[in-house]
């Protein structure tokens, strides 16, 4: 494996291309490296007010122990259009078909019998439903409408045709957006899905599972924003 050591000027984006760990790592910092993943790191410390020095360092010295290990990483940018939606449908559309409305009947239930003490749970309860319908809105109108259209693309590409998909394009990252800054929120509400210390079994498994909902839907706005969209751009 190449070593690399990242610097400021690259994008969080770019180094979950190359090391997908860094997914984790940003999370926990909560640097946005899906929907607003395309800023270069100095941006972001400025902007967050975070030591990059530090920060970086950390990076590179979590890289170059993961390094050591064999890990098989997927180059997402080599993977024809085609089958990287194959991907995102049967991995990532089919975890939220799954998990959105159990997850959902979750949250409610926690809501309903702790919501009295903890009064945070009804915002909770309010932006997980408002994330679910948005993310269920978004999943149709891709496999109804976008994904359809840069497949037909893939296979009889026009100028005509790609300038409908760039406006598509345009939409779902702005929907991208909005989901971002709902789990964003959610993560703020539920002190990065920690759960209180007296936390019954079923709000712990809430807690957990919201925390998975984050991980694979940034994964996913990923995916789509920073190497499907960006790549039928160039």
Same mark, same amino acid.
């Given at each position: 494996?190449?070593?690399?050591? %990242? ?14 760990? =860094?997914?984790? %790592?940003?999370?926990?910092?909560r640097i946005d490296f899906c929907c607003g993943g ?20 950390? @990076? ?17 940018? =080599? ?8 991907? &995102? ?6 975890? @939220? ?8 009947? %979750?949250?409610?239930?926690? %809501? ?18 408002? @994330?679910? @319908? ?5 999943? &149709? ?23 409908? &998909? ?18 964003? $929120?959610? $993560?703020? &509400? ?45």
């Open positions: 494996m190449i070593m690399n050591t %990242f610097t400021i000027e690259q994008t969080p984006a770019d180094i979950v291309k190359i090391f997908p760990k =860094a997914s984790d %790592f940003f999370k926990e910092r395309d800023k270069p790191l100095t941006n972001v410390f400025s902007e967050k007010q975070l030591d990059g020095e530090v920060v970086l360092k950390e @990076l590179n010295d979590l890289y170059q122990e993961w390094s050591k290990e064999d890990h098989d990483v997927t180059d997402w940018d =080599a993977i024809p259009a085609s089958q990287l939606i194959d991907h &995102i449908v049967h991995t990532h559309h089919a975890y @939220l078909n799954d998990e959105l409305a159990p997850l959902g009947q %979750f949250v409610t239930k926690i %809501f309903r019998v702790h919501g009295a003490k903890h009064p945070h749970l009804k915002e909770l309860h309010r932006i997980y439903h408002e @994330l679910k @319908l948005e993310l269920e809105e978004h999943t &149709i109108k891709e496999d109804e409408e976008v994904f359809p259209l840069i497949k037909e693309y893939e296979l009889n590409p026009s100028e005509a045709l790609l300038e409908k &998909i760039r406006i598509a394009n345009g939409g779902l990252e702005d929907e991208h957006d909005v989901a971002g800054d709902l789990l964003k $929120r959610i $993560r703020v &509400i539920t002190n990065d899905f920690t759960p209180p210390v007296e936390a019954c079994n079923s709000y712990r498994i809430t807690y957990a599972r919201l925390a998975d909902l984050e991980s694979d839907t940034f994964q996913h706005i990923h995916l789509e924003n920073n190497v499907l969209f960006k790549n039928l751009a160039k």
